[in-house]
C-alpha cells in the first residue's frame, strides 16, 4: 500500500490518496472524452460529494448525541478510565475489521507513520475527548458541547499561520464562533458553575484542533481507518493511563455501576467510536479541514436538545444566545468552502 508524503497534500487540507474509499455509487460511467480546447474554461465551484455530506451528517448528529451519553456514563464510571476501556475497544473491534476486509497487511505501518498515529491519538482523544469528558462531571453536557463551538475558529487561525487563505466567509464565521463563546462563559466567570470545567473544555479544543490540523502534513497511513484504529488504541492506553495517575481505580467497583451507563458506554463504543471517529477520519482525508470542522457548530444544537430533554438541563438565556450566535457561523464557513 503506497504512503503519501506530506508534500502531497493540497493547500486546503485534503490528502491525495487513492484509497479515500468513496462509495461505488459515487463513481459515475466513463464519458467520451470531449476535443482539446485551446484555453480551458475557468475552475467553477468545487463540487462537495454525496459521500462527504452523508459522513458529515453521521458526525453532525452522532456526536452531538455522544455528550448526552458521557454525562450518562460518567454519573457512576471514572472519567478517564471509561473513555479508555470505550477506546482501546472500539480501536480493536475496528482493527480486526480491517484486518478481515482488507487483510492483515493492511494493518501494517512505517515507523514515522505509528509515530504520526500515537501523536494524533493523544492529541484528538486523551488531550480532546479525555478533557470534555473530565469537564462534563463539572458542567452540562449542553454547555461542554457549545464551548466546542471554538474548534473552527483555532483551526482557521493555524491554517493562516500556515500560509493559507482561508477567505473573508471563515473569518467571519470565527467572528460569531469566538462571540458566542464569550457569551457561553460567563457562566462560569460569574461563578455560577464550576471555571475549571469550561477551562478544561477550551483545553480540549485547542488539543483536538492542533492533532486535525497535523494530521495532513504528516506521515500517515493511505488507509483511514487503519489510521483512525491506531488512533483510537493509544489514545484509550492514554487515557487508561491517566485515569489510574489519578488513582480513579481505587474505590471503584465494577457492581457501582448502573444499568444506564453500562448502555450509554455501549453507545460510545459502537456510535460515539467506531461509527462517528472513523467518518471524521474519512473527511479528514477527503474534505477541506474547514468545513469538517463544522461539526463543532452542529454538535452543540444536538446536545442541547439532548440534555434539556433526557437530562432536564436548564436552557438559560447564556446558552440559547451563545449557541444561536455559533450556530450562525457554520453559514459562513460552509458557504464559503463551497465557493472556494
Known amino acids: 500500500m503506497r504512503d503519501l508524503p506530506p508534500a502531497d497534500t493540497p493547500s486546503d487540507g485534503t490528502a491525495n490518496s487513492a484509497e479515500s474509499f468513496p462509495p461505488l455509487a459515487a463513481i459515475g460511467p466513463l464519458e467520451t472524452p470531449a476535443p482539446p480546447v485551446t484555453e480551458p474554461p475557468p475552475p467553477g465551484p468545487r463540487r462537495i460529494s454525496g459521500a462527504v455530506w452523508a459522513a458529515l451528517a453521521i458526525v453532525y448528529v452522532v456526536w452531538g448525541s455522544t455528550y448526552l451519553g458521557i454525562a450518562v456514563v460518567v454519573e457512576t464510571m471514572p472519567a478517564f478510565l ?49 478533557l470534555v469528558v473530565l ?39 470565527v467572528l460569531f464562533g469566538l462571540v458566542g463563546l ?25 488539543s483536538w484542533s492542533v492533532g ?77 479541514l474547514s468545513l469538517v470542522a463544522t461539526y463543532a457548530y452542529v454538535n452543540p444544537v444536538v446536545a442541547v436538545l439532548l440534555g434539556a430533554v433526557f437530562l432536564q438541563e436548564e436552557l438559560t438565556w447564556s446558552i440559547a444566545v451563545g449557541g444561536a450566535v455559533v450556530v450562525a457561523g457554520v453559514c459562513l464557513i460552509v458557504s464559503t468552502e463551497r465557493r472556494r
Open 82 to 130: 471509561s473513555a479508555g476501556g470505550r477506546f482501546v475497544l472500539a480501536g480493536l473491534v475496528l482493527a480486526a475489521l480491517v484486518a478481515w476486509r482488507q487483510g492483515p497487511a493492511a494493518l501494517k505501518l512505517t515507523p514515522a507513520q505509528l509515530g504520526s498515529v500515537t501523536l494524533l491519538g493523544l492529541m484528538l482523544l486523551l488531550g480532546g475527548n479525555g
Open 135 to 173: 469537564a462534563e462531571t463539572a458542567i452540562p453536557s449542553g454547555l461542554a458541547a457549545l464551548l466546542v463551538a471554538v474548534v473552527p475558529a483555532w483551526v482557521v487561525v493555524l491554517r493562516r499561520f500556515s500560509g493559507e487563505r482561508p477567505g473573508l466567509g471563515a473569518y467571519g464565521g
Open 182 to 206: 464569550v457569551v457561553l462563559t460567563l457562566p462560569g466567570l460569574s461563578g455560577d458553575i464550576r471555571l475549571w470545567g469550561v477551562v478544561a473544555v477550551l483545553g480540549a479544543t485547542v
Open 212 to 288: 486535525s490540523f497535523a494530521s495532513a502534513r504528516i506521515p500517515m497511513p493511505a488507509n483511514p481507518f487503519t489510521a483512525s484504529a491506531y488512533e483510537m488504541v493509544a489514545g484509550g492506553i492514554g487515557c487508561a493511563l491517566v485515569g489510574f495517575g489519578r488513582g480513579e481505580h481505587r474505590g471503584f467497583a465494577f457492581g457501582d455501576v448502573s444499568t444506564e451507563s453500562w448502555i450509554a458506554l455501549g453507545y460510545l463504543v459502537l456510535f460515539g467510536s467506531l461509527v462517528a471517529f472513523t467518518a471524521y477520519a474519512w473527511l479528514l482525508h477527503t474534505a477541506p
